[in-house]
């Protein structure tokens, strides 16, 4: 168990509907990191915030979008959906992420999306 | 462009022998490297790391190695166990802003008794 937490575990809904996946990180952890992996491939990073702040951004879609809160969970927004969304989603977290490059990033279990 | 590929998707390896597993970069920013695990229905678990002023580090049975001139790593794994069984991601650290990882598109490893 990485202590990395996300919900729900599966979600199944319609092209052009909207999506909320959710994300607690480790105690003290300031760092979550979203990830996006579609069949057969590697994970794709999409965006990092750091205590509340966006500081990367990966291949993320227009539609898509992210935010941390105080209590530091986030949250991915994923709307418009389409066929192509379907992947696996995870969350990671580590305890900095930002001056360093050393951080390990540990992962939840992440959320299967399934769009029909 | 894939800045990071493991070429072999899969590997099989019998029990006790050693498992290899190998990973090319092509950003010679990249400096800090990691290997994840992964197992069905799970996400992925850190297994090791190398910093690129060293060519290698060991942790119990698993050893990462960096050729920096070849931008080549591997890792090996042995004695190879069936728990072993899994996908492993090698991912390639560098300092955009923030950490940002890129991960390879994985090997899967079979380990037969």
């Known amino acids: ?13 319609a092209t052009g509907q909207r999506v909320t996946l959710r994300c607690s990180p480790r105690s003290g952890d300031l760092s979550v990191y979203w990830y996006q992996q579609s ?20 291949n993320i879609l227009e539609r898509f979008s992210a935010q941390q809160f105080p209590d530091l ?3 991915l ?7 192509g969304d379907s992947a696996l989603y995870f969350c990671a977290s580590s305890v900095r992420g930002v001056e360093s490059i050393t951080d390990t990033q540990y992962f939840g279990p992440g959320t299967r999306l399934t769009v029909l | 462009d894939q800045q990071v590929k493991q070429n072999s998707p899969s590997l099989s390896v019998q029990e006790g022998r050693i498992s290899i597993l190998n990973c090319d970069y092509t ?16 996400g992925p678990t850190f297994l ?3 910093s690129s002023i060293k060519d290698k580090n060991e942790d119990g049975r698993f050893t990462v190695f960096l050729n920096k001139s ?7 794994i042995v004695p190879s166990q069936p728990g072993d069984s899994a996908v492993y991601f090698c991912a390639a650290s560098v300092y955009q802003g923030a950490q940002k990882l890129v991960f390879g598109q994985g090997t899967r490893l079979t380990i037969n008794p």
Do not use: C
Not at chain 1, 43 to 57: D, H, P, S, T, V
Not at chain 1, 77 to 83: Q, V
């Open chain 2, 70 to 76: 070849a931008k080549h790593l591997s890792l090996h």
């Open chain 1, 73 to 75: 969970h986030s949250e």
């Open chain 1, 77 to 83: 927004n994923l709307s418009s959906l389409e066929l």
């Open chain 2, 27 to 42: 950003n010679s920013m990249f400096d800090y490297f990691l290997w994840y695990k992964k197992y069905p229905a799970e």
């Open chain 1, 39 to 58: 069949l057969d491939q590697g994970l794709q990073f999409l965006i990092q915030y750091y205590n509340g702040e966006e500081r990367a951004k990966g």
């Open chain 2, 48 to 50: 090791i790391s190398i």
């Open chain 1, 1 to 13: 168990d990485s202590g990395v937490t996300q919900t729900p575990k599966h979600l199944i809904t």
